[in-house]
């Protein structure tokens, strides 16, 4: 057909470059993150609170040594799982819900892609946790030990299991069901995953399931390094690095983008 | 001029669970803008999705610019832009920013201002999705659909529910978009839209194509035209009846009031003028009705509601 038009919107199709695609998917999403003032209360105003609250007043009998050395690995833990599981999910159920994911299913942008973004945007977000949540322990007395490889392994899986986690519930139930799910879960392992509340105080026989969880393992593992000044915790990382396989497998498996 | 086929979908057969959505439809859409007409649940948005490669067939073939939707999407999905029936964007994202993104995604984007200022989006501000007007999330769908330069763009229902100046705005983009060549695949309920948009029209119902052509093609072919005038009362109608063709009817409605029913042309016009001078005859207030495009769908799919 000849073009009888101005000319402004004569077709010149392309994909923009993978890397840039995949930055600027990753910034909008942390920009949705941060702008959403639920996702904040449960990214940094819960943490920062029990983390303040918790080393000030004796509420917990946390054992042995300061407070704070025993809570900053345990609020560091709740932090990626706050970000990596409950925000992911609620915000992926939401988006899945909206047509938001089947909306960017037709864009230039892999599916890859935007789970690479996404995972991007996850990581910013806990780098801006850790920063906040360390400069308010040390401000409290924290005076951390440790091999900061291990630190950085035991996030990394953790972050990797919590994803996993949250994709899996955000690509399969309705978006309400997510949102109810995800923050009863968050409140569950905040209370029985070792993360203010030390395992030794439940009975033994429920300590060695709880133990299994990958919240009480990112947070024995961070407390073995951080507080115990521990080499690497295998087998906090092994629990950690199966959450993350099945996880991440049965997510792969049942994600629904619709 | 039409002749490269943007759309090729052969015998295409989608189930979902044991309801046949699309039920061997075959559909050739052409450069220009072919619209989808079809009542509820006819198959319309399953063939779009599959198009768009959202839905893989359970068998037949689809191309779209040649390629396979779904095995090929990675090199379709810069070549297309999709305007769903509803949603796609953040809740909280602004209007602009969300165009912005969109743009970023594609390597030669439109001026992201004047296509915000073009559909009047620039009074959305501030505003989050989820607080625009009906109106200003569709036209935003829109805007997200053209602004990466497409060849191809997919608009379904595009003016669903707009306001009338919405309406008028959202035509002149398509038709400024065909103009410079971008090939534009709609679906649609309102008749008017397809008949001032469309080079091409089909008409899906029960999951095939039950017709297709230009919109005069279908008002022209098919249904019946009519053929009205009034004259003194009492004519005698077998006698009009004997001079027209085989295929045609005449009554009189009420007296004086006449009706001519048939494949109405010129040469049925003059053989009905020539028998009333034979009769001396004034035809007055003779007209010729011709079809809208409205009067062949519900010939072609019925009345009765649908799902």
């Known amino acids: 057909m000849t073009a009888t038009g101005t000319g402004t919107y004569t077709p010149k199709p392309g994909a923009a470059p993978l890397p840039r695609m995949i930055a600027a998917q990753a910034a909008l999403e942390t920009k949705m993150l941060l702008r959403n003032g639920e996702q904040l209360l449960l990214t940094v105003v819960i943490p920062t609170l029990l983390l303040v609250l918790f080393s000030t007043v004796d509420i917990v009998d946390t054992g042995a040594g300061e407070a704070v050395d025993f809570l900053a690995p345990g609020i560091l833990a709740l932090a990626v799982m706050s970000t990596a599981f409950t925000g992911q999910a609620i915000a992926t159920g939401f988006e899945r819900r909206y047509g938001v994911l089947k909306r960017l299913a037709s864009s230039p942008l892999p599916r890859w892609g935007l789970m690479m973004a996404k995972t991007l945007s996850v990581l910013v977000t806990e780098i801006l946790q850790v920063i906040l949540l360390t400069v308010i322990a040390f401000a409290l007395g924290w005076s951390p030990r440790g091999n900061p490889v291990a630190v950085a392994l035991l996030l990394v899986l953790g972050t990797a299991a919590f994803s996993g986690l949250g994709l899996l519930m955000a690509g399969t139930l309705k978006a309400e069901a997510t949102l109810a799910a995800a923050n009863l879960v968050f409140l569950l392992l905040l209370v029985g995953g070792g993360v203010v509340v030390p395992l030794d105080k439940f009975p033994s026989g429920a300590q060695d399931v709880l133990g299994l969880l990958p919240i009480a393992a990112l947070s024995d593992g961070l407390r073995d390094v951080l507080q115990h000044g521990a080499g690497m915790p295998w087998g906090d990382l092994g629990i950690l690095a199966v959450w993350a396989v099945v996880g991440l497998a049965a997510a792969g498996k049942f994600f629904r983008w619709e | ?307």
């Open chain 2, 1 to 307: 001029m039409r002749s490269e086929p943007v759309i090729q979908v052969q015998a295409l057969v989608k189930r979902y669970g044991t309801k046949t959505a699309v039920d061997g439809l075959d559909l050739v859409a052409r450069t220009g803008v072919t619209a989808v007409l079809g009542p509820n649940g006819a198959g319309k948005t399953t063939t779009v999705e599959t198009c768009e490669g959202y839905r893989k067939p359970d068998s037949g073939t689809v191309r779209v610019l040649g390629l396979d939707p779904v095995r090929q999407s990675g090199e379709l999905r810069p070549r297309v832009g999709v305007m769903l029936q509803s949603g796609g964007v953040y809740s909280g994202s602004r209007a602009d920013e969300m165009l912005r993104h969109v743009a970023r995604l594609h390597a030669h984007p439109l001026d992201v201002d004047a296509l915000i200022e073009r559909l009047g989006l620039g009074s959305c501000g501030r505003t989050t999705y989820r607080r625009l007007s009906g109106g200003q999330q569709q036209r935003l769908a829109l805007a997200m659909a053209v602004v990466g330069r497409p060849e191809l763009v997919f608009l379904d229902e595009p003016t669903a529910g707009l306001d009338p100046q919405a309406r008028h705005a959202t035509w002149d983009l398509v038709r400024d978009l065909r103009a410079d060549g971008v090939s534009v695949v709609l679906t649609t309920h309102y008749m008017d839209e397809a008949e001032q948009l469309a080079d091409d029209v089909a008409i899906i119902d029960a999951g095939r194509v039950i017709a297709q052509g230009s919109p005069e093609e279908l008002c022209r072919g098919g249904a019946e035209n009519t053929l009205r005038f009034t004259g003194r009362p009492g004519l005698d109608v077998g006698s009009l009846l004997k001079a027209l063709p085989a295929d045609c009817s005449a009554a009189e409605l009420t007296p004086g009031s006449y009706r001519v029913a048939g494949k109405v042309d010129p040469q049925l016009l003059a053989t009905v003028t020539s028998w009333c001078a034979q009769h001396g005859v004034m035809p007055e207030k003779i007209s010729v009705e011709r079809h809208t495009l409205e009067d062949v769908f519900l010939e072609l799919t019925g009345k009765e509601l649908r799902s």
